[in-house]
């Protein structure tokens, strides 16, 4: 049962303001090193993939260069993958199984599809394990013209020249227990709204795009990752997280609507994983296998079905 405790920061009732963010952002601090984990993975990537520094972030902690990996043979009458990972910096899996993908699977996929990995959208949120970028906003509400996130505008304008041609587009989350102690709580306070509790669902799900459904396509990534990990169960309600369950751990938003970075293409088949990393029952190996595995079905899915699938 989660208390309902009043966050540290701010009024209840009263939308912070630039003081509130500046104590936020006060007490953040440096929990692990971008340079290390990501740039290190990444330059030793660089003997087999293109790597495109696409931006860089300058905040008072330091500087983040943004980096993507493409294929070597890229062949533009191909059609193109995208994999974004750590949109969400503290969701761990995300970074490490995009990373993973390229080093172990991309291989694979060579001549048949292009492919462009971002693995660590929001590399300051990667070092403080935190949701928001350093101006308390959202990357992940924010992937729309005019952008308040620095980060999503970075990998929208990344995106621009090739958008049209994306087939598939993997977006790699997590759900965390630290979502209901920390992210849902400042989030509330932020607004100035009430905090309503919700149960952190154990197990893997997907998000599909309701405007743009593709139950085939979700249940693939379901039915690979299914091999590696549990699924989340519907809750009480027949919910996850408070939608619907349209299909064993398959749930959709307006991806676009909601400024979500799974809506920065008009990809035929798009998806958000949403790993479960403080399950009893799943090792942080296997939730970085559990991304892996949703990409390589989601590629396999987009290539067996090609663009003219419909739900
Ligand atoms: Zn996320």
């Known amino acids: 049962m989660t208390t309902q405790a009043s966050y540290p920061i701010g009024t209840p009732g009263h939308p912070w303001g630039a003081a509130e963010v500046a104590d936020w952002l006060s007490r953040q601090t440096r929990r692990r090193s971008y340079a290390d984990d990501v740039l290190g993975m990444i330059e030793a990537l660089r003997a087999r993939f293109d790597v495109v520094q696409y931006g860089e972030l300058d905040y008072p902690s330091g500087r983040y260069p943004l980096f993507a990996l ?12 995208l994999v974004t990972g750590g949109v969400h910096g503290y969701e761990t899996s995300g970074v490490h199984g995009a990373l993973q993908f390229l080093d172990r699977h991309a291989s694979a996929y060579a001549g048949r599809i292009n492919l462009i990995v971002a693995p660590c959208v929001s590399p300051w949120a990667y070092e403080m394990i935190q949701r928001w970028n350093p101006d308390a906003v959202d990357p992940n509400r924010s992937f729309r013209d005019d952008s308040p996130a620095r980060e999503s505008a970075a990998l929208m304008r ?27 709580p400042a989030l509330a306070a932020r607004d100035g709204v009430a905090y309503v509790p919700d149960a952190v669902p154990d197990g893997f799900y997907t998000v599909d795009d309701s405007v743009h459904p593709q139950p085939g396509f979700q249940q693939a990534i379901i039915d690979a990752v299914a091999k590696v990990t549990h699924i989340a169960p519907a809750d009480a309600d027949g919910q996850i997280i ?30 958000t994983t949403e790993v479960y990393p403080d399950s009893p029952r799943a090792t942080a190996e296997q939730c970085n296998a559990a ?3 949703a990409v390589c079905a989601a590629i396999d899915f987009a290539l067996a079905h090609g663009a003219g699938a419909s739900a």
């Open 70 to 81: 493409k294929s070597r043979d890229w062949r533009d009458e191909l059609p193109i993958a």
């Open 158 to 184: 990344l995106v621009a020249p090739f958008r049209d041609r994306v087939l598939v587009h993997v977006d790699l989350h997590e759900t965390t227990d630290s979502d209901e102690s920390e992210f849902r």
């Open 242 to 271: 408070g939608s619907p369950v349209l299909a064993p751990g398959v749930i959709a938003y307006p991806v676009k609507e909601l400024g979500l970075c799974a809506g920065i293409t008009d990809a035929t088949y798009k998806t």
């Open 291 to 293: 991304q892996v595995a």
